[in-house]
């Protein structure tokens, strides 16, 4: 795991400005602490920190050149299926210097190709290489996004980076004009899709892209994979048990394998146990197991992680976090480069940095959700999906009208309308805007009581395209909600919950690996029929708990879930509302964006217990921060 970017300038008289390859390299040590490199010649300049965690010798050193000379490549990463490329490498006449991941990659690019070496890779990756000869630069991103490339283009040239912060530092001049669509997004989901970032200026390469640019411009981005749709397992539902634990055990395997010492992290829910469950049949030794909690019990998950660890016999430690956030956030959003509210990347920065006191590689159980329908919104779009296709609509709204009657005359003392409940509400939508709905942070109609007219022309109405288009792609799907739950896996998936580990772990040099985000245990997830997956009485993750019963205590997986968050409303009304009142009172671009009345009353109405506002007061705060600490021009 590491760091990387890079710049390639443009050929004309007129891209003289510097680039600043050494102290960009320097804002990514956080990144890898171990070692770095830089490559600097002709018209392009090559940058990278290392995370030692396959082969540690300076074998490993990058930016790495090929035996030729011909091709050097910059590599964040890891290449898990590595030791049979380099069997099959070595097969065909290669030799080797070390056995690093990088090395078998860069070789595995020059005998195959660009678009053929993609396809062979399993694992998780962003890599740059430079052909010195053809004078081309060829870039690429893994399949589900578990690593992060930005990039973007100016009158001097191309620039990339494995963090946005980095690139700043790397190409001073580059605008910091928001992208206003993007916060215009990033308020509807609390992240901000790719392929857009907080600035104009700047982009994210998506999930399973590559790209590649010469003379400093990008000559071609496509994509190189994703879910084949027409593959339908027609498996019993005991047999395909059999093969998921097949692959997840196998997924685990390959993700055990580490020249440093390795461990787990361990929330008490479903997915991290499964993991360590997986792990402990796999490993000679005690697993090493992390886990945090909270003094607010509706937040703290220690018993069960503690269950689970007693279970396995696990080499348990356990810490008790209090709220630092008003430190501990500027630093993670200098990280982010871009404004995101997911407040349970404060608890996976705890986590990681726990964990790493003792080890240098933690697995994890992220995208099993995603993968197999864990979230309660499968549960209500396939409900309302389910009355829409039956022809039940007019049977139900009669009967939600008559509900709402007889509320009223029991209790005429509190307000009953109709439509109030998710259901009601997504029955006059349709696709996209049915979805947004369920995952909607900020709905729409509380945006516009917040943002001025000036933003709102900025913004456009952009909030249903990336739901839309990955709703369009998932159109081969055996169903709509295993179509749905493609969209959440190239949607909320990259874009929140993998963007929140990647900076939260590396923002403390530790690599996280989940055996869940192997993309060939995606594609057999998505081969099985939605009903192994959330069956008809509305058990979420039924196959995975099914598959996995026996490996864990007796009851365990059918627990409620809780989820991995903080417990934000009591902080925001606690330590951070000082801070909070002051931030978004204060800040003059959020001045120029909103409504000041209206932040002033979800501030009084959360500070008086009147309403609690966390979910509209969070990501103002995060949005506050960043804007400030990066100078966001108007």
């Given amino acids: 795991m590491c760091g ?19 102290t960009a390299v320097s804002s990514l040590s956080h990144r890898g602490p171990d070692d770095h490199g830089i490559l600097e010649e002709e018209a392009v300049g090559l940058g990278f920190v290392r995370l030692s965690i396959i082969d540690l010798s300076p074998a490993g050193h990058q930016p790495m050149f090929s035996p030729d000379g011909r091709y050097v490549i910059v590599f964040n990463g890891e290449i898990y299926n590595f030791p049979d490329l380099r069997t099959e ?24 190709g660009f678009e053929a070496c ?40 191309f620039v990339f980076a494995s963090e946005i912060g ?16 993007a916060i215009d997004q990033y308020l509807t989901y609390q992240y901000v899709p790719a392929p857009l970032t907080g600035f104009s200026a700047l982009r994210k390469l998506p999930p399973a892209h590559a790209m590649i640019v010469r003379d400093g411009k990008i000559e071609r981005i496509f994509r190189y994979w994703d879910i084949d749709h027409s593959r339908r397992s027609e498996l019993s539902f005991n047999d395909a048990c059999d093969s998921l634990r097949e692959k997840i055990l196998e997924a685990t395997r390959i993700r055990m394998v580490a020249d440093v010492p390795l461990g787990a992290f361990l929330s008490g829910g479903v997915d991290s146990s499964i993991t360590v469950a997986a792990m402990a049949r796999l490993s000679s030794q005690p697993v090493k197991t992390y886990a945090i909690g909270f003094e607010d019990r509706k937040f703290n998950e220690l018993p069960y992680a503690r269950q689970v660890a007693e279970y396995l016999g696990t080499e348990h430690h356990e810490e008790i976090c209090r709220p630092d956030a008003v430190e501990l956030l500027p630093e993670l959003i200098g990280h982010l480069g871009e404004p995101f509210a997911d407040n349970s990347i404060l608890p996976t920065y705890y986590v990681s940095r726990f964990a790493r006191r003792d080890v240098t590689v933690a697995l994890t159980g992220d995208g099993a959700d995603e993968a197999f329908a864990g979230y309660r919104r499968h549960y209500h779009i396939r409900r309302v999906e389910a009355l829409q296709r039956m022809g039940l609509v007019p049977i139900w709204r009669g009967l939600r009208r008559a509900t709402v009657a007889f509320e009223g005359l029991v209790r005429p003392d509190r307000r009953h309308v109709f439509p109030h409940t998710q259901a009601d509400q997504m029955l006059s939508m349709k696709g996209a805007e049915r979805f947004r709905h369920l995952v909607a942070h900020y709905p729409e109609e509380d945006k516009a009581r917040l943002v001025r007219a000036a933003f709102r022309e900025h913004a456009g109405n952009t909030t249903l395209s990336p739901l839309r288009e990955a709703w369009e792609r998932g159109q081969g799907a055996s169903d709509a909600l295993n179509r749905w739950l493609y969209v959440d896996a190239t949607t909320y998936l990259p874009n929140d919950i993998l963007a929140k580990v990647d900076i939260a772990s590396m923002a403390v040099s530790l690599e996280c690996r989940s055996p869940f985000l192997d993309h060939q245990v995606l594609e057999f997830a998505a081969s099985l029929p939605s009903t192994y997956k959330l069956n008809v009485r509305g058990r979420s993750k039924h196959i995975l708990k099914e598959a996995f019963k026996d490996w864990l205590p007796p009851g365990f997986l059918d627990r ?29 671009v959020l001045g120029e964006w909103f409504d000041r009345a209206a932040i002033e009353r979800f501030l009084d109405q959360h500070a008086s217990g009147e309403r609690s506002n966390s979910k509209r007061l969070w990501p103002l705060l995060c949005l506050s921060i960043w804007a400030d600490r990066f100078k966001v021009s108007t």
Avoid: C
């Fill in 166 to 181: 980095s690139l700043f530092n790397l190409a001073p001049d580059l605008p910091r004009t928001p992208d206003y669509a």
């Fill in 560 to 588: 409620p879930k809780m989820g991995f968050s903080a417990p934000m409303p009591t902080w925001l009304s606690g330590d951070l509302a000082p801070m909070m009142r002051e931030t978004l009172l204060g800040n003059p």
């Fill in 4 to 22: 990387i970017l890079g710049y390639l300038r443009r050929p004309s008289a007129s891209a003289r400005r510097a680039f600043h390859l050494e």
């Fill in 118 to 157: 993609l396809a062979a890779l399993r694992g998780m990756f962003a890599f740059a290489i430079w052909d010195r000869h053809e004078k081309q630069l060829w870039l690429a991103r893994d399949r589900l996004g578990v690593k992060p490339l930005v990039y973007g283009e100016t009158p001097d040239g």
């Fill in 89 to 112: 490498l070595e097969a065909a006449g290669e030799s080797f210097v070390g056995h690093s991941d990088t090395e078998i990659l860069l070789r595995l690019f020059m005998r195959r």
